[in-house]
T-cell receptor, first 113, second 114 residues
Framework: EPEVTQTPSHQVTQMGQEVILRCVPISNHLYFYWYRQILGQKVEFLVSFYNNEISEKSEIFDDQFSVERPDGSNFTLKIRSTKLEDSAMYFC???????????FGPGTRLTVT | KQEVTQIPAALSVPEGENLVLNCSFTDSAIYNLQWFRQDPGKGLTSLLLIQSSQREQTSGRLNASLDKSSGRSTLYIAASQPGDSATYLCAVRLFSGSARQLTFGSGTQLTVLP
């Protein structure tokens, strides 16, 4: 069964460093998302991406964040200058259309020290 | 702003019991509602998706119902097994052209004792 994959599974970085989290959505999906979950808290929406552009973003997704779909398969989230409070599990998700389930990847655990 | 609440926060049951997990949401103008399972340190696995026009969905031992007018959904698990132990999350998507994201509840942590 097709699945969303994410790399790395765990990333440790120092405050102020740039990180890129990578995702490969399911191949025939058209809508792509990033969510995050800080330990012990709810899963929160960051950004949605459709037709090669951001369709919606939350207040969390400030200028330090960017997303890119550099080719037909990868979808990346970049954090330019990480802060301690960026430590969280970051989930990539994709869906094929409007009325179908959203499928999540296994997540990347980001630890900022 | 849509708020999603799940009760109880944690539940422990002996194997074989039938159980119900609850989800409530404040804005009844939803597009759909999705139930997920999350194992510790893992991603989210989609269990059931209910469209706003539907009343329930079933998959194996799982049955999810939706009552939009009262802002509630339930996930019924029949004949629970230790392998069902996980956190169960519900998430709603608003009926809005611009709102494509899901709003999540905080989850119910289920433990099924052998």
């Amino acid at each position: 069964e097709p699945e969303v994959t994410q790399t790395p599974s765990h990333q440790v970085t120092q405050m102020g460093q740039e990180v890129i989290l990578r995702c490969v959505p399911i191949s025939n999906h058209l809508y792509f998302y990033w969510y995050r979950q800080i330990l012990g808290q709810k899963v929160e929406f960051l950004v949605s991406f459709y037709n090669n552009e951001i369709s919606e973003k939350s207040e969390i997704f400030d200028d330090q964040f960017s997303v890119e779909r550099p080719d037909g398969s990868n979808f990346t989230l970049k954090i330019r200058s990480t802060k301690l409070e960026d430590s969280a599990m970051y989930f990539c998700a994709s869906r094929q259309g409007a009325e179908v389930p959203l499928f999540f990847g296994p997540g990347t655990r980001l630890t900022v020290t | 702003k849509q708020e999603v609440t799940q009760i109880p926060a944690a539940l422990s049951v002996p194997e074989g019991e039938n159980l119900v997990l609850n989800c409530s949401f404040t804005d009844s103008a939803i597009y759909n509602l999705q139930w997920f399972r999350q194992d510790p340190g893992k991603g989210l696995t989609s269990l059931l998706l209910i469209q706003s026009s539907q009343r329930e969905q079933t998959s194996g031992r799982l049955n999810a119902s939706l009552d939009k007018s009262s802002g509630r959904s339930t996930l019924y698990i029949a004949a629970s097994q230790p392998g069902d132990s996980a956190t169960y999350l519900c998430a709603v998507r608003l009926f809005s052209g611009s709102a494509r994201q899901l709003t999540f509840g905080s989850g119910t942590q289920l433990t099924v004792l052998p």
